[in-house]
């Protein structure tokens, strides 16, 4: 009997996870596995790239966690360079090109994993392509951005964006010796907080040196005679820029999908069922940055492009591939991030979120240390946190911090996914010594603050 055909379109962590998942379950005589990618690298962490161009990770080999050669020598044809135009799902098969000899291909699928990523968001303005104007999201934008750090006749950087690639970009260029500006159209950077606690982040980053601009709406690139970027307008001001970062976000790599009829959400990324089929299609699967994953607080499919949830999405649907069984149930929306001294996290829902959502709630802020206090080297954190106003189930947290913050945000992950109300938060048993926390941590002291305004709420 022929070894069915697994062919996977994407050769990052959904992709080769998958790929890597179902060689380990099946053998080549069971399965052929072929994967494109467009690209000159695979499995690599596109989340390293800023603390690359920092300089904190000194080669972009570190980020690398498995070569193509590699990928090749455990049995999963790995074609290189090599982009997949078109998807024919009548005649089950997938046509790709060959970016460096132009020639043009069909291969045939029994099994077919769409890994196609995400594009970054880039805005349709007037000098955007200048030289010096750069997006960071492979490893190649990375190269180019340093080529472009050295070639900078001045020491001036404008960031475009206040999310998390923008704040840590920021960073990266402070790191590098560069005057940065960051400008972001929201009333405060990390629009993935409460602007209470993005201030927080402000404030961080202006002690740091980094000039943050807000309610700033970009519409123009200016350039010198030579072509390259001079300076970014907004409808306010003109900011002087000898180097340009644009962190605006992504949005899903859909259109082969789209193209061939497949099912999109609201957010135009692929609906899959929980293991990770893509709805009304028995032999495809979608996994990583082109799909929508369930919020499991507000029940709704949202495009949170992470590389935790790609490696675990491309786990899932190798099992499932290799004859095993494996489920994505959904996510809180866990992320965390740092800018020079100061952690940021969240989870589950932020006010608007739940105004969204028509939930009534309760907030609740404190300030702490992340130590006991009378420790060396203790530092400030703030943890916010909402609670259904009627029940007490926690909805979501938030913490802006020194040192050791960011991570407690896996505690409020781990109640969320519970289903835990701010009551039970409050009796948990987490580890105490004064190295490491006050006797009441941070986030159970929030909860105890947000018990009293549940009740005070009525």
Not at 240 to 250: E, F, K, M, Q, S
Not at 381 to 391: F, G, I, Q, S, W
């Amino acid at each position: 009997m022929a070894a069915e055909r697994l062919v996977v379109i994407g050769g990052d962590a959904a992709g080769m996870s998958a790929a890597s998942q179902a060689r380990r379950l099946k053998g080549p005589d069971e399965l052929e596995i072929v994967a494109f990618e467009r690209s000159d690298f695979t499995s690599y962490s596109a989340c390293g790239i800023p603390y690359w161009v920092g300089g904190d990770v000194p080669a972009h080999e570190d980020l690398i966690a498995r070569t193509p050669e590699e990928h090749r020598a455990r049995g999963i044809d790995l074609r290189m360079r090599t982009e997949v135009t078109e998807l024919d799902l009548a005649g089950r098969r997938v046509g790709a090109r060959d970016l460096a000899s132009g020639a043009e291909e069909w291969t045939s699928y029994d099994k077919l994993v769409l890994a196609t990523g995400a594009r970054p968001v880039r805005l349709a303005l007037a000098g955007i392509d200048a030289p010096g104007v750069h997006g960071v999201h492979t490893i190649d934008d990375g190269r180019a951005l340093l080529d472009s750090l050295e070639a900078a006749g001045g020491r001036r950087a404008v960031v475009v964006g206040g999310g998390y690639i923008g704040v840590e970009m920021a960073e990266a260029l402070t790191g590098r010796g560069f005057e940065v500006t960051l400008l972001t159209r929201g009333a405060e950077p990390m629009h993935s907080l409460d602007p209470d606690m993005g201030r927080r982040v402000t404030e961080a980053m202006e002690r740091s040196g980094i000039r943050v601009v807000t309610g700033a709406e970009v519409t123009k690139v200016h350039t010198a005679e030579s072509g390259r970027v001079r300076a970014v307008a907004t409808d306010a001001a003109e900011y002087a820029a000898d180097v340009v970062v644009l962190g605006l976000g992504v949005t899903p790599r859909t259109e082969l999908a789209r193209a061939a009829g497949l099912p999109l959400g609201e957010t135009g990324g692929l609906r899959t069922d929980t293991s990770m089929r893509v709805r009304g299609h028995e032999d495809i699967w979608a996994g990583g940055d082109c799909v929508e994953v369930l919020d499991l607080i507000s029940g709704r499919h949202r495009h949170i492009a992470l590389g935790t949830h790609a490696n675990k999405q491309g786990q899932v649907i190798g099992s499932n591939v290799g004859g095993g069984y494996a489920t994505f149930p959904g996510v809180v929306g866990t992320a965390v991030t740092k800018v020079c001294d100061t952690e940021i996290a969240r989870t589950g829902l932020t006010e608007k979120e739940a105004r969204a959502e028509g939930l009534q709630y309760v907030t609740a802020t404190i300030e702490s240390t992340h130590t006991a206090g009378y420790y060396p080297g203790a530092a400030l954190m703030a943890v916010k946190m909402l609670a259904e106003r009627r029940t007490g189930r926690l909805l979501g947290v938030q913490i802006v911090g020194g040192a050791g913050a960011a991570k407690r945000i896996d505690v409020a992950a781990v109640a969320l996914t519970a289903g835990m109300t701010v009551d039970q938060l409050t009796a948990l048993d987490l580890g105490y010594a004064p190295p490491f926390s006050p006797v009441w941590d941070p986030v159970l002291v929030a909860a105890r603050k947000a018990v009293s305004a549940v009740r005070a709420a009525g």
